[in-house]
C-alpha cells in the first residue's frame, strides 16, 4: 500500500494521448513538489519530471506533467512503442519525513 | 559523465549483514543528497534513506520500514555512499539503487542521476 496512488496499468494506441494520475494528501503532493521516474524494462528507473512539470535535458517534449492540489497528472501524447515501460509519481513527505512513490503505472502501446 | 555504480551485492541468510557501496564520479560529490532506492522483484521502488549534502550537515532520513536496521554513509574523500544492511529479512530481497538528488531553485529535491542497482537476495 502506497502513500502515492497510481493506477497499476494503463494503455494507448500509437499517436494516442495517455495520462496517468497520483494522488496523495497535504502533507506530500499538496505541499511538495511531484516527480516522475520511468522504467523501462530491466533498466534502472530514470527522471522524467521534475517539480511538477518540468523536463530534465534529453526528454521528449511529448511527455508532460501537472499538478492541482493534492493530485498529479503524467500526460504522454503522441504514443510511441517504446514509451512502453513502468511510471513511478514521487514526493517528499512532511510528516513521514521521507519520499514516498506510487505503486506505479504499467503503460502498455497496443 | 556523472555516474553512479553500485557494488556489494549477493546472498546472504536471514539476520544477517550485508554492506552495499555506491561509487560516484563527475560531479562534486559533496553538495548533493544521496539516496538508497530498492525493487523488490516484480514490485515497485521503495525510498530506502538518505544523506543530505554539506550544506545541510550531512543530515540522514530513513524509511520507517528500515529505520533501525539500515544505515547510510557517505565518505566524501572517497566519492562514496554506503548503505549497511542488518538483521536482514527475506522481504529485503530486492534490487538497490543508489541515486543522487538535486534541487530547483526552491530547493525542492529530485534523483537526478540512478546506478544500474546492485541485486541482494536474503535466503537461507
Known amino acids: 500500500q502506497s502513500v502515492l496512488t497510481q493506477p497499476p496499468s494503463a494503455s494507448g494506441t500509437p499517436g494516442q494521448r495517455v495520462i496517468i494520475s497520483c494522488s496523495g494528501s497535504f502533507s506530500n503532493i499538496g505541499s511538495e513538489t511531484v516527480n516522475w521516474y520511468q522504467q523501462l524494462p530491466g533498466t534502472a528507473p530514470r527522471l522524467l519530471i521534475y517539480s511538477n512539470n518540468q523536463r530534465p535535458s534529453g526528454v521528449p517534449d511529448r511527455f508532460s506533467g501537472s499538478k492541482s492540489g493534492t493530485s498529479a497528472s503524467l500526460a504522454i501524447s503522441g504514443l510511441q512503442s517504446e514509451d512502453e515501460a513502468a511510471y513511478y509519481c514521487a514526493s517528499w513527505d512532511d510528516s513521514l519525513i521521507a519520499v514516498v512513490f506510487g505503486g506505479g503505472t504499467q503503460l502498455t502501446v497496443l | ?124
Open chain 2, 1 to 124: 559523465e556523472v555516474q553512479l555504480v553500485e557494488s556489494g551485492g549477493g546472498l546472504v541468510q536471514p539476520g544477517g549483514s550485508l554492506r552495499l557501496s555506491c561509487a560516484a564520479s563527475g560531479f562534486t560529490f559533496s553538495d548533493h543528497y544521496m539516496d538508497w532506492v530498492r525493487q523488490a522483484p516484480g514490485k515497485g521502488l521503495e525510498w530506502i534513506g538518505r544523506s543530505r549534502n554539506k550544506a545541510n550537515s550531512y543530515n540522514t532520513d530513513y524509511a520507517a520500514s528500515v529505520k533501525g536496521r539500515f544505515i547510510v554513509s557517505r565518505d566524501n574523500s572517497e566519492n562514496s555512499f554506503y548503505l549497511q544492511m542488518n538483521s536482514l529479512e527475506a522481504e529485503d530481497t530486492a534490487v538497490y539503487y543508489c541515486a543522487r538528488s538535486a534541487h530547483d531553485s526552491s530547493y525542492y529535491y529530485f534523483m537526478d542521476v540512478w546506478g544500474k542497482g546492485t541485486t541482494v537476495t536474503v535466503s537461507s
